[in-house]
């Protein structure tokens, strides 16, 4: 995102005192040394569970602790609600504030916009570190707890590899074949989840294992919101002086093999279906010129996507809120059309996933932010002993069980090695 004016004073924030050593440093180094900080009020709790968000290296990182305020909304239209409900409570005194928020995949059940106790914010590498509010004391070293002797145990429910080969086989049967003799609606793509269950024998510091993600995987979106924590590689929406800007992503192979992606008819369908679930909602979301660029190879650490980026001016009145909306849920994490595939996976996923795959990000009052899709993320309970880990494969008449199991396991290897090392 562009850089904020260095010398824009503004009710809520200030520049953080000795700012100048982080202005020039990376994202994932200035996460992993605000993360070691807290102001001398943040409780254990706060401190066990921070709100975090950390872009690549050209976008904004924020740090916060505690909450403020707290915006709750589900149903149809779940952001925008929420989004205007803070945006009213921000008024103009507050126009600079930022919320973290997070919403599930399933519109039934509420997400979230909260806007921290205290936070800590750059809009980009060279801007200075802000604090917010103006008044609050500047964080001082909360550094990680020493890294004791860890066994962490991944299990499986049970009879889940079962499940799963069920549940590909059932939407296989269904794919390319018309749904209702009303509409002659084809269902073309489903995308199907599971879950893998984590626990310690002692608590894990989710302060350590975001740092470890952002290092490893500075090309993706590092997230923390209400214990929902992870490193995703597709981003949503942007919007930022009337640009939006995503990154969709589908199609997926392990990096000794990612050449095969730009050939292999299977994964480039699947990734045209993505694409255009969010180029044929461009114009309802109010966005103008787009301009399309891929499909090109991502290449991250444990695997490769075909990915492609989509740039287009906003209309007025347009925030990442709402436009969030209108593309939500895309074909990457449900498939094409939505709603014939969002049924499918209610009938056969057997699986609630709460916020994975559902948009988490940020924005201020004004609607300018980012919000990407949660993946390759883990949900932790209290106390931080346990977690959820989730992962998906996107399902075409062509797909096979096996195969894709084999893919989920490769998206899920990011947390399990953070987690291993928490």
């Not at 489903?190 to 893998?196: F, K």
């Not at 990154?247 to 050449?259: H, M, N, Q, S, V």
Request: charge should be negative; proline fraction near 7%.
């Amino acid at each position: 995102m562009a850089p904020a004016d260095d010398n824009e004073r503004t009710k809520d924030g200030r520049p953080l005192h000795d700012e100048a050593k982080l202005r020039h440093v990376g994202n994932a180094e200035w996460l992993g040394q605000i993360l070691q900080s807290a102001p001398s009020d943040v409780t254990a709790e706060e401190l066990e569970r921070p709100w975090v968000w950390a872009a690549p290296d050209d976008g904004p990182a924020l740090v916060g602790w505690g909450e403020q305020a707290r915006f709750e909304a589900s149903g149809d239209a779940p952001m925008t609600h929420a989004w205007q409900d803070f945006a009213q409570w921000a008024g103009e005194g507050r126009d600079r504030l930022p919320a973290f928020g997070s919403f599930p995949f399933d519109p039934a059940q509420p997400g979230f916009l909260v806007v921290p106790r205290v936070l800590v914010m750059r809009e980009r590498p060279g801007a200075a570190t802000r604090v917010f509010p103006a008044d609050a004391a500047d964080p001082r070293p909360a550094d990680f707890a020493v890294a004791s002797e860890l066994h962490v145990d991944f299990t499986l429910p049970r009879g889940s590899r079962e499940h799963w080969t069920e549940a590909v086989d059932a939407t296989r049967a269904v794919l390319s074949e018309p749904v209702g003799s009303d509409t002659g609606e084809v269902m073309q793509k489903v995308v199907l989840a599971r879950r893998v269950h984590a626990r310690a024998d002692r608590a894990l510091d989710q302060r350590r294992i975001l740092a470890t993600l952002a290092a490893r995987f500075t090309d993706c979106w590092t997230f923390s919101h209400d214990g929902l924590v992870g490193a995703t590689p597709e981003l949503l929406a942007e919007v930022h002086d009337g640009v939006f800007h995503c990154r969709i992503l589908a199609g997926t192979r392990k990096p000794k093999w990612d050449e095969e992606l730009l050939t292999d008819p299977k994964e480039r369908r699947e990734h045209e279906l993505s694409v255009t679930s969010v180029t044929t909602h461009l114009a309802q979301a109010g966005l103008l010129d787009a301009q399309v660029t891929g499909p090109f190879l991502l290449r991250l650490p444990n695997v490769t996507h075909l990915a492609t980026d989509i740039r287009a001016t906003v209309r007025p009145g347009h925030g990442s809120a709402d436009i969030s909306d209108l593309l939500y849920p895309t074909a990457a994490i449900c498939g094409a059309p939505r709603d014939l595939a969002f049924a499918q996976i209610q009938r056969v996923e057997g699986l609630d996933r709460g916020r994975f795959s559902g948009p988490v990000g940020w924005l201020r009052p004004d609607g300018s932010g980012q919000w990407a899709l949660a993946l390759r993320c883990a949900q932790f309970d209290d106390g931080s002993r346990n977690a959820d880990l989730f992962a998906g494969a996107g399902i075409l008449p062509d797909s096979d069980a096996g195969r894709e199991w084999l893919e989920t396991d490769a998206k899920m290897e990011p947390m399990r090695r953070a987690l291993s090392a928490g």
